[in-house]
Nanobody, 119 residues
Framework: QVQLVESGGGLVEAGGSLRLSCAAS????????IGWYRQAPGTQRELVAV???????NYADSVKGRFTISRDNAKNTVYLQMNSLKSEDTAVYYC?????????????WGQGTQVTVSS
């Protein structure tokens, strides 16, 4: 089991910045991939940025050049630095972790943190 707790959301003006944090606890040694998704009202949850199983990073095209995912392994924490925010970035942001136990994969979600960008 892995627990994920997000923080850092809030209200910001367009062009501003926010940094989200995701603290992982529990069986963090089994985490295979970890990253961020978001969901705006009336839309499906979408990938924002993720560390894949090999350690490489993947970003949604809409955030490339503006958002940066990073991690502090000593703190079991993943960050999402969001710069040049746009109104279309408004959404609930969720931390997601995928664990691998033997040949099985499990997915975990945090509770989400609201990001609102005012134009």
């Amino acid at each position: 089991q892995v627990q994920l707790v997000e923080s850092g959301g809030g209200l910001v003006e367009a062009g501003g910045s926010l940094r989200l944090s995701c603290a992982a606890s529990g069986s963090t040694f089994s985490i295979n991939a970890i990253g961020w998704y978001r969901q705006a009202p009336g839309t499906q949850r979408e990938l924002v940025a993720v560390f894949s199983s090999g350690g490489s990073t993947n970003y949604a095209d809409s955030v490339k050049g503006r958002f940066t995912i990073s991690r502090d392994n000593a703190k079991n924490t993943v960050y999402l630095q969001m710069n040049s925010l746009k109104s279309e970035d408004t959404a609930v942001y969720y931390c997601n972790a995928v664990t691998k136990v033997g040949s099985r994969y499990f997915r975990y979600w945090g509770q989400g943190t609201q990001v609102t960008v005012s134009s």
